[in-house]
């Protein structure tokens, strides 16, 4: 194995992309902590390494043992659509409960949001604006990151593993025409984009055409334009969210990150 292995947290990891997370983590040697609402489900859903502990990201008083001497995050939380919490509370509110509880901890994040996140779509609650409003956060929170945005679960076909990483997030029919990409293929992402000094700071699409899976990510990493440093969105994405627009809540989250991150 050619990385280091770490203490993996990953948040989200009873979902269906955090049940592949969680295994391709332990497949990678990485000692993997799952935070879960719910034990005995996780306890049922999970192999038996995963460590797991318990607490609801829309509580923070719950998290700080989730976060204990972790060296990495992975972030595939989503609200259900059940009504019972809004993309607010879990999509973007869970990720900043997240940072705001790491007290001086500097872990790398791998945060998966969605193909599309940045088309203004008022669809499913404004679903997407939470989402991209969650990468702006950890952007401005000062970790060594990589945002993955994901087209859509499990639509493509068996000859189609090649993976393409795209900018820009052009994508915006909000059909899978935007592109597919298989679950598993998606952590196998995130997981080597924590040991991947070339993923750092970046931002991307992922998608799966035609072809074989590669056998290297590195070089598809290495592709990338890296976000620019402060900025808020990736690089190559439309400014179409003008910070002074958004939520004076939002705005205030911003700030205090920052602060955070420069204290
Ligand atoms: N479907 C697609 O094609 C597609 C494409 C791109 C992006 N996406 C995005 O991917 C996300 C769905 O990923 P998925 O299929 O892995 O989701 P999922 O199966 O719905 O899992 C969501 C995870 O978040 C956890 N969670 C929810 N609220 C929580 C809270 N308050 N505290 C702690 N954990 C909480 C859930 O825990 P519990 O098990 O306890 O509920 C679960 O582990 C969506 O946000 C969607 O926008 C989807």
């Given at each position: 194995?050619?990385?280091?292995?770490?203490?993996?947290?990953?948040?989200?990891?009873?979902?269906?992309?955090?049940?592949?997370?969680?295994?391709?983590?332990?497949?990678?040697?990485?000692?993997?902590?799952?935070?879960?609402?719910?034990?005995?489900?996780?306890?049922?859903?999970?192999?038996?390494?995963?460590?797991?502990?318990?607490?609801?990201?829309?509580?923070?008083?719950?998290?700080?043992?989730?976060?204990?001497?972790?060296?990495?995050?992975?972030?595939?939380?989503?609200?259900?659509?059940?009504?019972?919490?809004?993309?607010?509370?879990?999509?973007?509110?869970?990720?900043?409960?997240?940072?705001?509880?790491?007290?001086?901890?500097?872990?790398?994040?791998?945060?998966?949001?969605?193909?599309?996140?940045?088309?203004?779509?008022?669809?499913?609650?404004?679903?997407?604006?939470?989402?991209?409003?969650?990468?702006?956060?950890?952007?401005?929170?000062?970790?060594?990151?990589?945002?993955?945005?994901?087209g859509w679960?499990?639509m493509n076909?068996?000859?189609?593993?090649?993976?393409?990483?795209?900018?820009?997030?052009?994508?915006?029919?909000?059909?899978p025409?935007?592109?597919v990409?298989?679950?598993?293929?998606?952590?196998?992402?995130?997981?080597?984009?924590?040991?991947?000094?070339?993923?750092?700071?970046?931002?991307?699409?992922?998608?799966?055409?035609?072809?074989?899976?590669?056998?290297?990510?590195?070089?598809?990493?290495?592709?990338?334009?890296?976000?620019?440093?402060?900025?808020?969105?990736?690089?190559?994405?439309?400014?179409?969210?003008?910070?002074?627009?958004?939520?004076?809540?939002?705005?205030?989250?911003?700030?205090?990150?920052?602060?955070?991150?420069?204290?």
């Open positions: 194995m050619s990385h280091t292995p770490m203490t993996v947290l990953v948040v989200g990891a009873t979902g269906s992309i955090g049940r592949l997370v969680v295994a391709e983590s332990i497949a990678r040697g990485h000692t993997t902590r799952a935070l879960v609402r719910d034990a005995a489900k996780a306890r049922r859903q999970l192999p038996a390494e995963a460590q797991l502990v318990v607490a609801d990201v829309t509580r923070p008083e719950t998290l700080p043992p989730a976060v204990a001497d972790v060296d990495a995050l992975v972030l595939t939380l989503g609200s259900d659509g059940s009504g019972h919490a809004s993309p607010e509370a879990v999509d973007y509110a869970g990720v900043r409960n997240i940072l705001t509880v790491l007290d001086g901890r500097t872990p790398r994040v791998a945060l998966m949001t969605a193909i599309g996140v940045t088309s203004r779509s008022s669809v499913y609650d404004h679903l997407l604006d939470w989402k991209r409003r969650s990468e702006r956060i950890v952007r401005a929170g000062g970790l060594s990151y990589t945002i993955v945005r994901p679960f499990d076909g068996p000859d189609e593993q090649r993976l393409v990483f795209l900018q820009g997030d052009e994508r915006r029919s909000g059909t025409d935007d592109g990409i298989s679950r598993a293929q998606i952590a196998q992402v995130l997981v080597q984009a924590l040991t991947a000094p070339e993923a750092e700071g970046k931002t991307f699409e992922l998608v799966a055409e035609a072809g074989p899976e590669p056998g290297d990510m590195g070089p598809l990493f290495a592709a990338l334009a890296p976000d620019a440093p402060g900025a808020l969105d990736a690089a190559r994405d439309e400014a179409n969210m003008p910070l002074g627009k958004e939520p004076q809540r939002v705005r205030d989250d911003l700030d205090a990150v920052r602060a955070r991150a420069h204290a």
